[in-house]
């Protein structure tokens, strides 16, 4: 399907469209710039093969769909602080983020959405999954989501299981936060401001118990949907390739980028932009 310049194709059922068409790194049209992201708005999460990106052009894209922030735990690039090299080297263990997430949830602010790009790629594993959490919560029973719809939940920063895939990165990146540091409360199902749709709002890495509730009496129900948000006719995956941009409407969608190519060194430049309060 063609939108104006560029051609979008789905790369499954629930979520994801590979674009085409367009090079990144030039100065774009209003109308592209439209059509893109109308795509991101349509399929939550969009891709993009064989783009070439200066710190300076990347950022410039970026800046095109909202303002870039500073991450909280490791240091963006000298030059650019709002570029954060996403780095695993060939001795590292741990995969930065290597779990099922929404990025910093934990901020009174969650940024609206995330750009990843790919510099150096393994030769196999790396992929990255992306679930829509609009179907995780439409395919919920109706007395389910009427409870859920009245309730907010905490999210901490340095959930046990999210501390761990930071160990490496921290070792040679840390701005200086310890991992514990970040707390909010929000709505565990937000309403989206642009599309209106509600998505469900809590994930496995950074959500602690519903506000009010004991993390005891929360757990059980935190649980299922923990696994419930991430089934696989959710989700879609994403291999990467040098070149490889992906951007994603983190108000809608979860990821998980898989731990599966230790011994190889891999190399990405992520921004994330500016988002609104949940609500």
């Known amino acids: 399907m063609r939108q104006n310049s560029i051609a979008v194709?789905?790369?499954?059922?629930?979520?994801?469209?590979?674009?085409?068409?367009?090079?990144?790194?030039?100065?774009?049209?209003?109308?592209?710039?439209?059509?893109?992201?109308?795509?991101?708005?349509?399929?939550?999460?969009?891709?993009?093969?064989?783009?070439?990106?200066?710190?300076?052009?990347?950022?410039a894209f970026a800046t095109r769909f909202g303002e870039p922030m500073v991450y909280p735990f490791v240091k963006g690039l000298d030059t650019h602080p709002e570029i954060t090299p996403i780095l695993k080297k060939?001795?590292?263990?741990?995969?930065?983020?290597?779990?099922?997430?929404?990025?910093?949830?934990?901020?009174?602010?969650?940024?609206?959405?995330?750009?990843l790009?790919?510099?150096?790629i393994p030769p196999y594993g790396g992929d990255t999954e992306f679930a829509n959490q609009y179907?995780?919560?439409?395919?919920?029973?109706?007395?389910?989501?009427?409870?859920?719809?009245?309730?907010?939940?905490?999210?901490?920063?340095?959930?046990?299981?999210?501390?761990?895939?930071?160990?490496?990165?921290?070792?040679?990146?840390?701005?200086?936060l310890k991992g514990d540091e970040l707390v909010s409360r929000h709505p565990v199902v937000r309403t989206h401001p642009e599309t209106g749709r509600k998505a469900l709002y809590v994930n496995v890495a950074h959500t602690t118990h519903f506000e009010g509730m004991t993390e005891e009496e929360s757990q059980p129900i935190l649980d299922f949907l923990f696994r419930h948000q991430v089934k696989p006719e959710f989700t879609c995956r994403f291999r990467w390739k040098k070149g490889s941009v992906a951007f994603w409407d983190n108000r809608c969608t979860q990821h998980n980028p898989i731990n599966d190519y230790h011994g190889f060194r891999r190399l990405m430049h992520r921004i994330t932009l500016v988002g609104d309060t949940p609500v």
């Open 117 to 120: 790009y790919g510099i150096e």
């Open 9 to 59: 194709s789905p790369v499954a059922g629930a979520i994801g469209a590979e674009i085409a068409g367009v090079d990144l790194a030039q100065d774009l049209s209003d109308d592209t710039v439209g059509a893109i992201r109308q795509a991101l708005l349509d399929h939550l999460v969009i891709f993009f093969r064989d783009q070439e990106f200066t710190p300076d052009r990347f950022l």
């Open 90 to 115: 060939e001795e590292d263990r741990s995969n930065f983020g290597g779990l099922w997430h929404s990025d910093t949830v934990y901020q009174q602010t969650p940024p609206m959405g995330t750009i």
């Open 135 to 176: 179907l995780a919560y439409e395919t919920l029973s109706a007395p389910l989501r009427n409870f859920l719809d009245g309730l907010s939940a905490v999210h901490i920063s340095g959930k046990g299981a999210v501390q761990k895939t930071r160990t490496d990165m921290m070792k040679h990146s840390s701005a200086g």
